[in-house]
């Protein structure tokens, strides 16, 4: 099924069509709008909150995020098509329980990483064929490999969890750059994110993933390839959930079917906080950032100032309605007003 | 990585399956989902059949009771997910109503331990519609997608329940005996809950099929805009849906405070996608326009009926979940394979017609 | 820019294969070929039996998962003994019983300098590392219910002997279906370290001559969800119709099988023990379904979790086997092998006794 709006879309903003000067307009859109809410929050808890702005926080903040960052990435690509990927947290619960199954079985773990995330790209084109192959709706695609990538990871580790991973490794999954609070981990990500930001913000690759969330039909007549685009970024997006199975393996040394089990929904909630639409076609790298780090130092800084963890859920959604309303409501109001103020001399 | 076969360019461009409707062709369309329905029934069948020529004891009366017991919570989920994804909508906040409404129908007992039975289902039902209510105000007003709102209010709904739960959980003794009995107890060999499940389907099946605003539902969701331009109120009809939506989400929570006895906070965490899962393995697309709630029911009954079959098989139960996985896939395959042959069958016809 | 030609798929694979191929020449990491051990726990100083428990100490709860009742009341007894000796109690922890969230909960707890943290671990690999760093920063670790790898914590506080448990249930069951038949075993989640190590020793103590008539057919995981446990009780009296006895070590399990056994056929008919907490069992245990089950008292676990971990602070102990402290009301305990501190035997509630306790 070709994918149009799930709902009647609001009146389509005329920058759109202006991916050109994206840096222009990027001013003035909602993500700039979570980068500036995100200083605030880090200024204000700095300043309030007793061991939120020393080293060690900064480093157990970022390590924390790395997961969902890395998989937010290529993530925001596909939603920008106007697909989506549900199996994120699956494919990397599959990819750890895999890990821990081939340490056992003795191969080097050089070895073990490479196929791993192999593994998750191959789970990636299964999504993939479904989805450009099949013409199948990617939402219902991967909430069927949500299931089973989930089921196979308890299929392949069952209920054992392996540990026994070499120190070396999962010391160096914590490491920092100078011993600062910033992970290495971190760093492969911020470079992922350069590399994901230039194929979407720069390349003429890029402006065509937008072309095809805004209409997947026109973009096919103006020469893109949509299936294949979109092939690969599934493929993609499962080969990076590989990797932060790898990450979440060593940095908490247990590969477990279990691994960020119902992380799908966070991630998806941290793109659209970032302001990338659901329907596609609009959203930038910089706000999906913004929008991780918001979610985890907003978690963070609530935990220091012992707030119990319920109160997360109700931040967490509130701020995911709020993305999505308070754009609309004040789109609205405005027009609202112009269409009065025109009215008014008449 | 050898998957990547070459794909065809302009694939995704295919035609949607949604004809201008003359009378003949919507009867070959309907016939062609009852055949859809007859499918996930015959699936059904077959899985009975192999797990009780293994374990002949799977079809005894006692059996079948629980079964079905099983499936009636999910089954009226499903009612309320079709009602919404017809429309082109989805609520993922499904499973944080029914724990909200779980627990709040304990603490109504706890606090007002001489209510009617009735009332309590009626106060659940009332507040899941409410919580239906907030989601269709802000997706039909505020026009925003029903992925993120639903999304954003499964975290609040689940939340408020948190703390207001603060670790606290209701036991059977804490609420009446006839409340309890009713979660459980027959009529003519038949568990009432499946009764009332399937007078939910039922109601909910009619509405949609013979009743003017249960239809245009349908054309809400194949064609917003155009269902918009002919007159139908969509954002009156989407409010709704997610009402009703949310109404069947409080009446299975008050029915699940029924038959489980024992509420906590953490009460259907993570139920939303097994909802929408029944009702894609039902048959109702995923971006609205078709489907039918009995497809849906029999969905829910069918992936009911995996879990308690291998369980029965005796087979790894770490298989259950690849299964069920894999069970959507083909669900999903399958009707995209129908929705080839009816446009292609409609194709046939109007250039005969022609 | 489109990757459709063969020549860019085939050049992807090709560096993939070789990036492997190189990787292996390399002759790289392989199990077995380092000790992967940790980081060493020193347990620094020496301990003076005579200090006096220090006041004003931090003490934080961190259970597997906030909004248990069982762990809200093993918490009750840590606040009440750290109100006996004048510290400050907090309970923090995740609202999903997950390993990665009890990781940033022991980082945050780091970060506020708390001095003792008094966790049950929900991996026990997988919180080990956080809980290192932890000491390294001055905290004393006292896990209790489940253990995390003896290297990453000071003491573990076990709810009873794992062999102690193991035996009152075989004990119970053989009796409730007089020495002869089927049972089963109803678990938690697979992954439960404790409920794993009990069933174990639940089999070897099967072994035994006196039990050679009994036979364990299976082990069930309800994954303590309650719905899912009552349908596991529905999947194994339908597998196994001629099943004599069922055994669930765990509350969550416990209730959901008596809950089915009592409204189902084979109410008193299948013999049903294991561990749960009176005020869930009550019901059950005065209709019959359930004769008599066991638990030790959780308030006392986190009661005694407190004041080892205030010994600890205090420099009473260092975990060392053989010290001993005085835990207030429940009186003196020894530190036994491993660093582990046993609370006592379990307590076996029955319709004569159920009433006398609330929790």
Redesign the interface.
């Known amino acids: 099924m070709a994918h149009d709006s799930l709902y009647a879309q609001p009146e389509a903003p005329a920058e759109r069509a202006e991916a050109h000067a994206w840096w222009r307009t990027a001013l003035t859109r909602w993500d700039t709008v979570i980068v500036v809410v995100l200083a605030a929050v880090v200024v204000v808890a700095s300043l309030s909150i007793?061991?939120?702005a020393?080293t060690?926080?900064a480093q157990?903040l970022l390590l924390?995020v790395v997961p969902i960052a890395l998989i937010a990435l290529p993530l925001t690509l596909i939603i920008i098509t106007g697909e989506i990927d549900l199996s994120v947290a699956s494919t990397l619960g599959l990819c750890s329980a895999v890990m821990g199954q081939l340490?056992?079985t003795?191969?080097?773990?050089?070895?073990i990483?490479?196929?791993v995330v192999?593994l998750g790209g191959l789970l990636g084109a299964v999504n993939g064929v479904f989805v450009t192959r099949f013409g199948l709706p990617a939402l219902a695609v991967t909430i069927g490999t949500l299931a089973a990538y989930r089921g196979l990871a308890y299929v392949v580790l069952?209920?054992?969890?392996v540990?026994?991973?070499?120190?070396?490794?999962?010391a160096a999954s914590?490491s920092t750059v100078a011993g600062g609070s910033l992970p290495w981990a971190m760093v492969m990500v911020l470079l992922l994110a350069c590399a994901f930001g230039v194929v979407l913000h720069v390349?003429?690759?890029g402006r065509?993933l937008y072309a095809m969330g805004n209409n997947a039909e026109a973009a096919s007549f103006a020469g893109v390839?949509v299936a294949?685009?979109k092939f690969?970024l599934f493929v993609t997006s499962g080969a990076v959930s590989g990797l932060a199975g790898v990450f979440?393996t060593l940095r908490?040394?247990?590969a477990?079917a279990?691994?960020?089990?119902?992380l799908e929904l966070a991630v998806v909630a941290a793109v659209l906080l970032g302001g990338v639409s659901i329907f596609g076609g609009r959203g930038a790298l910089l706000g999906v950032l913004a929008g991780v780090l918001l979610l985890g130092t907003v978690?963070?800084a609530l935990?220091?100032a012992?707030v119990?963890?319920?109160a997360l859920?109700v931040v967490t959604g509130s701020l995911l309605v709020a993305s999505v309303v308070v754009p609309n409501v004040v789109g609205m109001a405005r027009s609202w007003l112009r269409r009065r103020r025109r009215a008014a001399p008449a | 990585?050898?998957t990547?076969a070459?794909?065809a360019e302009g694939q995704q461009a295919t035609p949607t399956a949604e004809p201008a409707k003359t009378n003949g062709r919507t009867r070959f369309v309907q016939r062609l989902w009852v055949v859809r329905e007859i499918g996930i029934a015959a699936a059904l069948g077959l899985l009975v059949l192999v797990t009780a020529i293994d374990?002949p004891?799977?079809l005894s009366a006692?059996?079948i009771r629980?079964v079905l017991l099983?499936a009636s919570i999910l089954v009226i989920l499903a009612v309320g997910q079709t009602v919404v994804i017809v429309s082109r909508n989805i609520d993922l906040s499904v499973g944080s109503v029914l724990g909200l409404v779980a627990f709040a129908t304990g603490k109504l007992f706890l606090a007002a331990p001489g209510t009617p039975i009735v009332l309590a289902i009626l106060a659940g039902i009332g507040l899941g519609a409410v919580c239906g209510a907030i989601n269709g105000a802000l997706v039909a007003t505020a026009r925003v997608p029903a992925l993120v709102i639903t999304l954003g209010m499964l975290y609040v709904y689940r939340g408020v329940d948190?703390l207001w739960?603060?670790?606290?959980?209701i036991?059977?003794?804490d609420m009446p005996a006839g409340f309890l009995?009713m979660g459980?107890?027959t009529l003519l060999g038949v568990p009432v809950l499946a009764f009332i499940a399937l007078a939910v389907v039922l109601v909910a099946g009619m509405y949609l099929h013979s009743y003017r605003s249960g239809r245009e539902l349908y054309a809400i969701g194949s064609e917003p805009n155009a269902a918009r331009l002919s007159g139908i109120p969509v954002g009156r009809r989407v409010f709704g849906a997610f009402v009703v939506c949310g109404g069947m989400a409080g009446l299975a929570g008050a029915l699940y405070a029924a038959r489980?006895?024992?509420i906590?906070?953490?009460?259907g965490?993570g139920l939303e996608l097994e909802v929408v899962a029944a009702a894609v393995v039902g048959g109702v697309a995923i971006f609205g326009g078709s489907g039918s709630v009995y497809g849906a029911a029999l969905g829910a009954l069918l992936l009911t009926t995996i879990?308690?079959s291998l369980?029965?098989l005796?087979i790894d139960?770490?298989w259950q979940q690849a299964v069920v996985g894999g069970l959507i896939l083909a669900a999903i395959g399958l009707d995209r394979l129908l929705a080839l042959r009816v446009a292609n069958r409609l194709k046939g016809r109007s250039s005969h017609g022609a | 820019?489109?990757?459709?030609s063969r020549g860019v798929?085939i050049g992807?694979?090709a560096t993939?294969v070789t990036?492997?191929l190189l990787?292996?020449g390399?002759?790289?990491?392989?199990?077995?070929?380092?000790n992967?051990?940790?980081?060493p726990a020193a347990s620094t100083g020496t301990a003076n039996p005579d200090a006096p428990l220090k006041e004003g100490l931090s003490v934080a709860f961190l259970p597997k998962q906030?909004?248990?009742?069982y762990?809200?009341v093993a918490g009750g007894g840590g606040e009440d003994a750290v109100a006996e000796f004048n510290g400050e109690y907090?309970e923090?922890?995740?609202?999903?019983a997950?390993?990665?969230?009890q990781?940033?909960?022991i980082?945050?707890l780091?970060?506020?300098?708390t001095d003792v943290i008094a966790t049950s671990a929900n991996?026990?690999?997988?919180?080990?590392?956080a809980l290192n760093t932890a000491r390294q920063?001055g905290a004393k670790v006292v896990t209790f219910d489940s253990d995390t790898n003896p290297e990453c914590r000071d003491v573990f506080i076990s709810q009873a002997t794992a062999e102690g448990i193991a035996h009152v249930q075989v004990e119970m069951i053989a009796e409730q279906i007089g020495g002869k038949g089927k049972i089963a075993v109803l678990s938690a989640?697979?992954?439960a370290t404790n409920q794993?190590e009990w069933i174990e020793l639940m089999k070897e103590e099967l072994e035994k001559q006196e039990y050679s008539d009994i036979d364990l057919v299976?082990v069930?995981?309800g994954d303590d969800d309650?719905?899912k446990s009552?349908?596991?009780t529905?999947?194994?009296l339908?597998?196994y119709?001629d099943l004599k006895g069922i055994v669930s070590p765990t509350t969550?399990g416990l209730?959901?099988a008596a809950?089915y056994l009592s409204?189902?056929?084979y109410q008193g008919k299948v013999a049903l023990t294991g561990l749960g907490t009176p005020?869930?069992m009550?019901?059950f245990v005065k209709d019959g379904t359930v004769e008599k089950f066991a638990l030790w008292k959780p308030s006392d676990l986190g009661y005694l979790a407190a004041y080892a971990g205030a010994a600890l602070a205090s420099g009473q102990i260092t975990g060392e086997q053989g010290q001993t402290f005085e835990a207030g009301k429940l009186g003196e305990y020894t530190i036994g092998e491993n660093g582990v501190i046993v609370l006592g035997p379990p307590t076996v509630f029955e319709k004569s006794n159920i009433d006398e306790f609330d929790f």
């Open positions: 007793d061991g939120f020393s060690g926080n157990f924390d340490w056992l003795g191969l080097p773990l050089e070895v990483v490479v196929l192999l069952g209920d054992r969890a540990a026994d991973f070499p120190y070396d490794w999962t914590l390349t003429p690759f065509k390839s294949t685009a690969w979440w908490f040394a247990s477990r279990d691994n960020a089990f119902a978690r963070n935990q220091l012992d119990s963890s319920e859920y | 990585m050898k990547g070459p794909v374990s004891g799977f006692p059996s629980d099983g948190h739960a603060k670790g606290q959980q036991n059977a003794a009995s459980t107890s489980f006895g024992t906590d906070a953490t009460v965490t879990g308690t369980a029965v005796r139960p770490f | 820019m489109s990757l459709r798929r992807v694979i993939a990036a492997v990787a292996a390399c002759g790289g990491t392989t199990r077995g070929s380092e992967g051990g940790g980081e906030i909004n248990n009742p762990f809200t907090k923090v922890g995740p609202s999903e997950s390993a990665s969230s990781v940033s909960y980082n945050t780091t970060q506020q300098q991996d026990p690999n997988a919180i080990c590392g920063s989640t697979p992954n794993n299976t069930a995981y309650d719905q009552f349908q596991e529905q999947g194994l339908r597998s119709p969550v209730a959901a809950r409204g189902s056929q005020n869930q009550r019901q």
